[in-house]
């Protein structure tokens, strides 16, 4: 895999979204993975007694987990939730934020962006017509409640790394979704050079 990936210049920036528990074994074996190709960011989805392992292995390995919400109902539900979880871990065990599911969930993507900050190592960027409710409805970038501008320049601000998972997330009209694609990156595109500045 590896010879295919430098032929073609090509890089993994994350891998997941992985699920963790305390079996420390059971977590090395993706920790390796990652290692071997050249993979910086582990979104995950650990349990709460994965943490002390978690911590161990990222300092053994020097690879970040980053943890990613799902939304209403589930473990890592609100930024102050997953935020909390990691603040006596080490500085590598960060966040990866699904932000059409943090808008299902009520947050402000902009403000999540600001919360989880220096960690902040992944991120969907994803846009939502739901608030607080369990089901989401994907829509085009910022035809929702996604402010693409201000996450761009949130994101700026916070430092987000060069070698972060930054990806763009689209789920509707799965029978020809092309156009709606090529209007998310080109929302994306623009806010990113405005944020720039």
Known sequence: ????????????????????????????????FAKLAGIRNISANPQPDSFESLDKLVKAYDIRIAIHNHGPTHLYDKAK?????????????????DLGHYIRSGDDPV??????????YGMHLKDDVNIGQRRGKSVVLGTGHLDVLGVMKALKKVKFPADGALSLEYEENPEDPIEDI????????EAALKAKG
């Open 1 to 32: 895999m590896n010879a295919l990936l430098k032929k073609f210049d090509i890089s993994i920036s994350a891998h997941g979204v992985q699920s963790f528990t305390k079996d420390h074994s059971k977590n090395e074996a993706f920790f390796k």
């Open 81 to 97: 939730d997953v935020h909390k979880a990691v603040q006596k871990w080490d500085k590598r065990i960060g966040f990866c934020a």
């Open 111 to 120: 403000e999540v962006v600001h919360l989880l900050g220096e960690r902040l």
């Open 182 to 189: 090529k209007k998310c990156l080109d929302i994306a595109s």
